[in-house]
């Protein structure tokens, strides 16, 4: 049987293969490397973030709110000292020391009180492990806890003065204003006003959003 003139079989081949738009894309080698990388990252840090929920589950079960403060802030900085040590992410180790539900809060409930264990050593060594968990390689985030963004409204002057710093110490200005966010402020130092309150309301983000919520976009934000 003669096929030379059989126009069936002479198509040319590209019209037998599916257009590169309809196929999906091969994975090279170094995608399917990170790929590969990111789920060992993230089953390591979910092991971890395992072993140091444990951790702080026991610790949770010393606190006793009728202690001195003296040895209220003796226990502070024992519960920190074991969170450092197994800590994931410092977000976690901010989380059950210096955070809302944090041991520093859940013992200082009385302002002076919490005043006067910001003031002490105890409060000052915490700090300094937060700030060596901060200086550590470890993931920007954490998968217990969802990730916010502020928008601040402030003059183009401090704008810059806050870059400026930021270049000086060789860090990004999201770094240096979560740094100083998590300094204590002088209350001193806090204007008093009696213009009414702009802006977002602090509370849970799945509060309703009203008119007077909403911030406008076009004002410069840092973070």
């Given at each position: 049987?003669?096929?030379?003139?059989?126009?069936?079989?002479?198509?040319?081949?590209e019209?037998?293969?599916?257009?590169?738009?309809?196929?999906?894309?091969?994975?090279?080698?170094?995608?399917?490397?990170?790929?590969?990388?990111?789920?060992?990252?993230?089953?390591?840090?979910?092991?971890?973030?395992?072993?140091?929920?444990?951790?702080?589950?026991?610790?949770k079960?010393?606190?006793?709110?009728?202690?001195?403060t003296?040895?209220?802030?003796?226990?502070?900085?024992?519960?920190?000292?074991?969170?450092?040590?197994?800590?994931?992410?410092?977000?976690?180790?901010?989380?059950?020391?210096?955070?809302?539900?944090?041991?520093?809060?859940?013992l200082f409930?009385d302002?002076?009180?919490?005043?006067?264990?910001?003031a002490?050593?105890?409060?000052?060594?915490?700090?300094?492990?937060?700030?060596v968990?901060?200086?550590?390689?470890?993931?920007?985030?954490?998968?217990?806890e969802?990730?916010?963004?502020?928008?601040?409204?402030?003059p183009?002057?401090?704008?810059?003065?806050?870059?400026?710093?930021?270049?000086?110490?060789?860090?990004?200005?999201?770094?240096?204003?979560?740094?100083?966010?998590?300094?204590?402020?002088?209350?001193?130092?806090?204007?008093?006003?009696?213009?009414?309150?702009?802006?977002?309301?602090?509370?849970?983000a799945?509060?309703?959003?009203?008119?007077?919520?909403?911030?406008?976009s076009?004002?410069?934000?840092?973070?």
């Amino acid at each position: 049987m003669n096929f030379e003139n059989n126009t069936s079989f002479s198509q040319p081949t590209e019209q037998w293969q599916m257009p590169a738009e309809g196929r999906p894309a091969a994975k090279t080698a170094s995608s399917r490397i990170r790929d590969k990388a990111a789920d060992e990252a993230g089953e390591k840090l979910a092991a971890e973030m395992k072993v140091f929920n444990s951790v702080a589950l026991e610790l949770k079960a010393k606190r006793d709110c009728s202690l001195p403060t003296s040895e209220k802030c003796r226990l502070v900085f024992e519960t920190a000292t074991e969170l450092f040590g197994v800590a994931p992410t410092w977000t976690a180790f901010y989380r059950e020391t210096l955070g809302g539900d944090g041991v520093s809060r859940a013992l200082f409930t009385d302002a002076e009180e919490a005043r006067e264990y910001e003031a002490s050593d105890e409060h000052c060594k915490v700090m300094e492990m937060l700030t060596v968990l901060r200086s550590r390689d470890l993931p920007e985030n954490d998968p217990h806890e969802q990730q916010r963004m502020i928008t601040v409204r402030i003059p183009k002057s401090l704008h810059d003065s806050i870059c400026d710093e930021a270049n000086a110490l060789a860090v990004s200005v999201n770094k240096l204003c979560i740094s100083r966010l998590l300094q204590k402020v002088d209350l001193s130092m806090i204007p008093s006003s009696t213009q009414k309150r702009r802006g977002r309301r602090p509370g849970s983000a799945g509060t309703k959003t009203t008119a007077s919520d909403i911030v406008d976009s076009s004002e410069p934000e840092v973070a």
